[in-house]
């Protein structure tokens, strides 16, 4: 499905930007609180949608555990024409009692959960964490266990080294575990998701980091809080009570193609409709379309479909199917219509350039040979049957203002070359069988046999019929 087309976003904070990502333009609508949008035209949204992340608990003479980052949900998503609210999850926050978990963010139908707080302890109570938090390092063995998170994966354990060193674990991230805290370090939070919907390349909603308690040294940890959408707030030590860090809040991401923007180069107000399928070949380019609708249905097994360039206001209609084989290119098409059947098999068609404004109707089918160029048609007609078994049908130029009817048949032969064809007609049905019909003029009703003077030959009569010609091996 095509892209939806978004006319307006609304919301503190939101914001639209454009940027190309590999060669096509997307508006990008960024909202770090809750908003809405208005959907004109029903289609896809690409959506990066992140949880608030939970922060971490508060303590004294240890350390708590980090605060667990938000889901992070990515994808595309249909959407109807309407208006669509968007619910933005706040981080989590702490104070000297207590922590919280960082909020739900929705949008499209979607939802993505909050992270959990950390573990930690006051006044003499321990504060156990919750939904991914890291476990938190003081006296009560139940606040040091990290906790599951209900989505996916767990925050890491806390640890007590002796009674003046504790190190508490990380938070969960929305990608993975948080780490356990070892006898060196605290643990580190879990790896979030990175994305690039912006064009730039983010991690969101990853864990805090567990922290690590030295009695002898006391040097707190104090809280600080993350910058990154939906992570998880970090642990901190302490000496007195004192708030954990915070969560970061959550964010709701949408991106649809810039209105008006293609990947196709330079295409004007009509449309294009394409079916290509491919085994082992390749399907050339298509530039400056004009006003009107380009119809393809191009079918290639082992060859090269080239390029259609330039096309004016006309219509152009080509289903083609090559096997093992190429069709060549089509050019400078003017105010008129084409109307293309191209089959080759183990050969090749050539060009077709330079048509006014007349009308071409070509059947051509080729069997191991080559069907040559036409060129500089004049503003008449030209109706063409050409049917070529292992042999070669040469080049037809410089065709004036009258028409030519031409039907010739070869099997095993050649059939050369025909030029200045002036402002009359020329109906002409030659039938050659293992031979050839060589370069020159035929004069009325001469015929030159093998054995002939070159250039004289026989008028025929009789059984052959006044004026007609026919070729003797």
Known sequence: MAYAR???????????????VEGTSFDIYECPFDAQIDVATPGDIDYLIVGGGGASAPTSYGASGGGAGG????????????????????????????????GESSALGLTARGGGYGGGFSSGVAILPTDGGGG??????????????????????????????KHSGGGRGAGGNGGDADPETGGPGGPGIVSAITGL???????GTGRVWMLDVNVPTEAETPSLPGHGGPGITTR??????????????????TPGASTAEEIGGGAVASAGSISGGAVGQTHRLGESAIASAPAISGGDLRQTHAIGGGVVSAPAAVAGG?????HSIGGGSVTVQGTVTGGAIGDISAVPGGSIAAQVAITGGALG???????????????VAGGTLAQTHALAGGSVAARIDATG?????????????????????GGAYTQGQVSGRRWARPGDTPGRGKILTGQQGPGSLRAWQ
Do not use: C, E, K, M
Not at 240 to 257: D, E, K, T, W
Not at 373 to 387: D, F, K, L, M, P
Not at 414 to 433: E, W
């Open 6 to 20: 978004i006319s307006a976003v609304s919301g503190t904070g939101a914001t639209r930007t454009t940027v190309t």
């Open 71 to 102: 889901d992070v949900l990515v994808g595309t998503q249909a959407v109807p024409a309407g208006t669509l609210a968007i619910t933005v999850g706040r981080g989590g926050t702490s104070t000297t009692s207590q922590a919280t978990s960082g």
């Open 136 to 165: 938190g390092s003081r006296d009560a063995d139940d606040s040091i266990f990290g906790a599951a998170h209900p989505t996916s994966y767990r925050g890491g354990d806390g640890t007590r080294v002796s009674g003046g060193r």
């Open 201 to 207: 390349s983010v991690d969101y909603g990853a864990g």
């Open 240 to 257: 007195n009570y004192i708030p954990g860090s915070p969560g970061a809040g959550g964010v709701v991401i949408l991106r649809v193609a």
């Open 326 to 330: 190429a069709l060549g290119q089509i």
């Open 373 to 387: 160029q036409t060129h500089r048609i004049g503003g008449r007609s030209i109706a063409a049957r050409a049917t």
């Open 413 to 433: 032969g050649a059939v050369a070359q025909t030029h200045r064809t002036g402002g009359g007609a020329i109906a002409s049905a030659v039938a050659i069988t």
